[in-house]
């Protein structure tokens, strides 16, 4: 919704929005817009007197500025729709879904086509630090999206991604998440079929080979060519060896990825990527240029300060295929250097304990385990057993900072794994290890 804001903005629109407790990176990305930010949902903003009310799907029934709309017949849209009508109309989509890797593959994506002097728009989950901001409007045809499976609105229970109609379809992964809108994997791969659904002959699906689920997706119908990415007859790399992996594509070299992110996930993420900006009209040596200057985005392995030779990353992780990966990019770096993993199980299918029995294997590269228990409804100490006395659990942010402060040595890494603001936790822990950690 930040992004949508963004794009508004850079059309020319007015915007003003709300929420609650907003936080950085996009408090600070909208504020720099021009985009004034109102907290809570007041019915009196009503007085701001929009021309339309643009309603993300946090907001349900109930909410009191939602309600003062209704009651007041005031014009309101989803984001998705106000999107698809007013910008991506006549756009060459290219989108990127799936559980994973999302942000980071519509960044690379984003980065390659601009990269190649196609100066795309787009909309990402994000901010790509090549870039500074999520979404813009962009000044060709060309518009990358992060295509989301969450339904689009309290009024309107499709997935997001179905209002996109992309021509250039990524799909990552598929496994089941969300478990407060769907009830089981096969509901997701339902609105994926959908998707499919809306994808024109003319396009191109690139598509995960490794999973069994997009290809059960793929099966139920498909009116498109794909190109699958990681199997043989497909997008392939080898191992990532010194920053270097060789690219093949159907068995025929294409050339070497070089650069500096970690793990086998975001090699298929560049595959992926690389596939969608040729179909695009990027050459593959020009995407692979593109990439050895690709920055990463805020939030994912950031790199957050280092004290006293300890270092602490930020991390967006939050699903336990997603920590899985992430700790053991990390490990594959760092080797044999202690890995500390502060986890904040804040997502609401980590709040219903739909994972809480696949938590501590996700966890198994790391040497320590601090997990912030506030506001969940189940028994995570028991979940991380498993691990022993290295994985502790705290329900108050003092008590963990201090405790993680005081577990430190030099050369550590710590890495902070959150989907929200963590209260700050960065921050706080950085201070706490230049006064009293790292002994």
């Not at 817009?33 to 993300?56: A, C, F, R, T, W």
């Not at 594959?332 to 294997?361: F, H, Q, Y």
């Amino acid at each position: 919704m930040g992004g949508i804001a963004a794009i508004a903005r850079q059309a020319g629109h007015e915007v003003t929005g709300c929420d609650a407790n907003v936080y950085p990176p996009m408090s600070t990305q909208l504020r720099s817009q021009g985009i004034d930010l109102i907290e809570g949902y007041s019915p009196d903003q009503i007085k701001v007197n929009p021309d339309l009310y643009v309603i993300g799907n946090v907001v349900a029934r109930g909410n009191p500025l939602m309600e003062e709309i209704l009651n007041r017949g005031l014009p309101y849209i989803s984001g998705p729709q106000w999107l698809s009508e007013n910008v991506l109309r006549d756009k060459w989509v290219l989108a990127v879904a799936g559980t994973h890797g999302k942000t980071t593959t519509s960044s690379m994506l984003a980065w390659i086509l601009d990269y190649a002097g196609m100066t795309p728009g787009f909309l990402i989950g994000g901010i790509p630090a090549n870039f500074g901001l999520s979404a813009r409007l962009g000044e060709s045809s060309f518009f990358v999206i992060e295509a989301d499976e969450y339904d689009t609105a309290f009024f309107d229970k499709r997935s997001k991604f179905v209002h996109f109609r992309p021509r250039t379809a990524i799909l990552n992964n598929l496994e089941f998440d969300h478990a407060d809108i769907f009830e089981t994997l096969a509901a997701i791969e339902q609105q994926f079929h959908y998707l499919m659904r809306v994808i024109p002959q003319n396009g191109l699906i690139i598509s995960n080979g490794r999973e069994e689920s997009l290809a059960r997706v793929l099966g139920r119908g498909c009116w498109t060519p794909v190109e699958k990415v990681g199997v043989a007859d497909g997008w392939q790399s080898d191992s990532l060896t010194d920053g270097r992996a060789a690219i093949s594509f159907q068995g025929e070299p294409q050339g070497m990825l070089q650069w500096e992110l970690l793990g086998e996930h975001n090699c298929m993420n560049a595959l992926a990527a690389v596939a969608g900006a040729r179909h695009a009209g990027v050459p593959i040596n020009i995407a692979l240029d593109a990439l050895m200057q690709f920055k990463n985005v805020k939030r994912r392995m950031e790199l957050r300060g280092e004290v006293r030779g300890i270092r602490v990353y930020d991390d967006f992780a939050h699903h336990p295929t997603a920590i899985r990966t992430t700790l053991q990019g990390l490990r594959d770096k760092v080797k044999g250097a202690r890995i500390i993993a502060v986890l904040e199980p804040r997502s609401n299918t980590m709040k219903m304990g739909v994972w809480k029995d696949s938590l501590a294997g996700s966890l198994a590269a790391s040497d320590l385990v601090f997990c912030y228990t506030d506001g969940l409804g189940w028994d995570v100490e028991s979940a991380l057993a498993p691990l022993g006395t290295n994985a502790r659990a705290y329900g108050s942010l003092e008590p963990l900072v201090a405790a993680i402060a005081g577990a430190t040595h030099p050369g550590d890494h710590i890495l902070i794994m959150s989907n929200g603001g963590f209260g700050g936790v960065h921050e706080k822990l950085l201070a706490a290890i230049s006064e009293t950690g790292g002994k």
